[in-house]
């Protein structure tokens, strides 16, 4: 069955980086984006980024950020390990939340809906 | 950016009632909505895509409408599993938006 397992809980300090990651099992990995979400503390829902496959069947592809995360987030993805990452860096105490990866589904174009969601991983930024 | 805005931002029902939950965008989207359910604590399932397509394994209790600007989700025959919060998100135009969210309780 489709399983999307994130990385463990983190810990960082302002300033600093993480990369969290998304393990995919279950499908074939390599056809299908990737979305980053990310939910505060008693808030909801904010779209980071996504990754897409390319035409090429190689595993390469095309990322888009939100403008709002732009310059500090990156999104990978390694298709040998049916993996991929998402690095957060210049933490503040503001991107303590959730992080979830969701499965990108193709409608048409560069356009691709969420189907399956991570379990999620709580970043926490504190000094 | 698209503007996502939903009404109510919550209400009360009771097991056995039919609610509607409305989305509205700031510009046309056509039909490119999703809706998502979130229960306390845990994440989100995606419910429907393309604003009337139900996603594997979700009840045909829920149904989607609208294309557009306005969107519509209705619950019927309410079950205790139901009550959650609902985020409607446009996937027309990048950055992709959530809604802010309609708690169902």
């Known amino acids: 069955q489709v399983q999307l397992v994130q990385s463990g809980a983190e810990v960082k300090k302002p300033g600093a980086s993480v990369k969290l990651s998304c393990q995919a099992s279950?499908?074939?990995?390599?056809?299908?984006?990737v979305h980053w979400v990310r939910q505060a503390p008693g808030q909801g829902l904010e779209w980071m980024g996504r990754?897409?496959?390319?035409?090429?069947?190689?595993?390469?592809?095309?990322?888009k950020y939100s403008p709002k995360f732009q310059g500090r987030v990156t999104i990978t993805r390694d298709t040998s390990a049916t993996t991929a990452y998402m690095e957060l860096s210049g933490l503040r105490s503001e991107d303590t939340a959730v992080y979830y990866c969701a499965r990108g589904r193709i409608w048409f174009g560069d356009l691709y809906y969420f189907d399956y969601w991570g379990q999620g991983t709580l970043l926490t930024v504190s000094s | 950016d698209v503007q996502m805005t939903q009404s109510p931002s919550s209400l009360s029902a009771s097991v056995g009632d039919t609610v509607t939950i409305t989305c509205r965008a700031n510009?046309?989207?056509?039909?490119?909505l999703s809706w998502f359910q979130q229960k306390p604590g845990k994440v989100p399932r995606s419910l429907m895509y393309a604003a009337t397509s139900l996603q594997t394994g979700v009840s045909p209790r829920f149904t989607g409408g609208g294309s557009g600007r306005d969107f519509t989700l209705t619950i019927a025959n309410l079950q205790p599993e139901d009550f959650a919060t609902y985020y409607c998100q446009q996937f027309a135009t990048y950055p992709l938006t959530f809604g802010p969210g309609t708690k169902v309780d």
């Open positions: 510009q046309d989207i056509r039909n490119y």
């Open positions: 990754f897409i496959p390319g035409s090429g069947g190689t595993g390469d592809g095309t990322t």
């Open positions: 279950g499908f074939t990995f390599f056809t299908y984006g």
